[in-house]
């Protein structure tokens, strides 16, 4: 059988905004295999959660103007009509985000909100509560019963986006797309979790895609990343050869960005400058005006994304980036 799960080929995003056209996503390519977590990273408005919402076709659709594909089990997403997608949302994939209060309603109690989901989807009332509570235990709520009857604003912030959890995997997606999950969390529960994230993962066999600004969080749990800056990947590949061996020069900057206790007399880097303006057109590496290693080609076209050892690959026009 095919273990890919999903495939995403130049795929586009362009947004219509009061400002102009807003070209999120500048034609981007990966896949996501069965029962894998892969990570997508890179900083504030690169077009992370742009990617992650198409998947799912989250987008208010007369905005958003679709490229490329993608298919979901050989299932063409952009093909699909309002029922069919609706029955994919249901059923195949789940989401959750950085703010789990967004996505609960604070009026009723938590247990209530997964049981009311499972009931519409089928249950009985006293099944959906049974379920509700082997969920809860499953996410780590001690003890269920208790915590079932409790409404969001008597949770903490973890205990949250642990419910949040519980409801995406009420019906056992396939995939699983976790935005920023842990953003909003202190270090300590952010690594629980995302214990908790791995541990579902194997448990339920599913796939995951991680979105995150944070390397940290991607060394922690993902088997492969794609690294996106300014609506393109400029690297991808399995997260060890990565870490080892950076290539494009934005990806060594990021990783540079992250504190590490072990070299706590680092001083940290902060890339200089800003990303470009995501409404004009881009001509050549869209990390040249910021990137130390820059060279006149580099401004001139736009580099091929080339295959490196392993799955490793990489857009730089840059021969000494490859030595
Ligand atoms: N409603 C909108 N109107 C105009 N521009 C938008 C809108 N939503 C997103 N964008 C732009 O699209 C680009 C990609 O946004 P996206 O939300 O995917 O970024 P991101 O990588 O998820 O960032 P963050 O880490 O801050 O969540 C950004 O430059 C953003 O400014
Ligand atoms: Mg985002």
Partial sequence: MDNTLVS?????????????????VRNINFDIGRGEILGIVGESGCGKTMTAKSILRLHDERKILYGGSISFEGRDIFGLNQKELAAMRGADV?????DPMTALNPLHRVGDQIGEM???????????KEKTLALLEDVGIHPAAERYRQYPFEMSGGMLQRVMIALALSHKPKLLIADEPTTALDMTVQA????????????????ILIITHNFGIIAEICSRVAVMYAGVIVESGEVHEIFHEPRHPYTRDLMMSIPQPKAAHRKLLT???????LREKISGCPYAPRC????????????????GPDS???????EICYA
């Avoid at 629980?192 to 796939?207: A, F, G, R, T, W």
């Avoid at 890339?271 to 303006?277: R, V, Y």
């Avoid at 490793?312 to 840059?318: E, I, L, P, R």
């Fill in 8 to 24: 995403v080929r130049s795929l586009r995003v362009n947004l219509m905004s009061p400002h102009g056209i807003v070209h999120a």
């Fill in 94 to 98: 789940a989401m959750i985000f950085q």
């Fill in 118 to 128: 499972l009931v519409y989807r089928g249950a009985s009332r006293a099944e959906a």
């Fill in 192 to 207: 629980q979790i995302l214990k908790l994230l791995v541990d579902l993962q194997k448990k339920n066999n599913m796939s």
């Fill in 271 to 277: 890339i200089p400058g800003m990303p470009p303006d």
């Fill in 292 to 307: 130390g290693q820059v060279q006149d080609a580099c401004r001139v076209s736009a580099p091929e994304m080339r295959q």
């Fill in 312 to 318: 490793h690959s990489y857009a730089c026009c840059n």
